[in-house]
């Protein structure tokens, strides 16, 4: 059995020094990655066995974000090691910008800091954003979409019009 309403997602993380960072200088200025892969499914199941988060949305909103597996492995500098990942919470935060993608924000609680070099994880919860499509959008996008499609034809009709019929033409240029 399944959970009601998932959506099962691969994280695949790639921390290290990135340009523009507002990170310490010292902070994977070694040009160190840390690369872990997360297996989660985003639930719709409420969030109740802990406090939401600020960071993330509306308590009343956020929802279970549940890991697969309950560790994920990464390669530190003395080899591969592996970390606890638990459960966390998401929500999708709708942008009122035309064209512009909702965002879906999320947290997973790691149980211990995950280092290589001088790059880290720290433990706790780790944060995620990116971009998303709701299905909502996208039917909202689609009617904007063919509403031009529509006026693209009519104004092309229009001009097509305007344009003269070909015995107009040869006519208009076979005088003499």
Not at 34 to 44: E, Y
């Amino acid at each position: 059995g399944g959970v009601p309403g998932r959506a099962a997602w691969t994280l695949r993380l790639d921390v290290g020094r990135e340009r523009g960072t507002w990170m310490p200088a010292e902070w994977g200025a070694s040009g160190g990655r840390l690369a872990m892969k997360v297996d989660v499914d985003f639930t719709t199941l409420p969030l109740r066995s802990f406090p939401s988060e600020n960071l993330v949305g509306d308590e009343k909103r956020t929802q279970r974000v549940l890991p697969l597996v309950a560790k994920a492995r990464y390669m530190s500098d003395s080899g591969e090691r592996e970390v606890d990942i638990k459960e966390g919470g998401w929500t999708i935060s709708v942008r009122e910008s035309v064209g512009q993608p909702d965002v879906l924000r999320f947290w997973l609680e790691f149980g211990e800091d995950c280092v290589k070099k001088d790059v880290n994880i720290p433990k706790g919860r780790v944060f995620f954003s990116t971009g998303c499509w709701t299905k909502e959008l996208i039917e909202a996008n689609q009617l904007k979409l063919a509403a031009a499609v529509k006026a693209r034809e009519e104004a092309d009709e229009a001009v097509n019009a305007e344009i003269p019929k070909e015995a107009d033409f040869i006519s208009c240029v076979s005088w003499r």
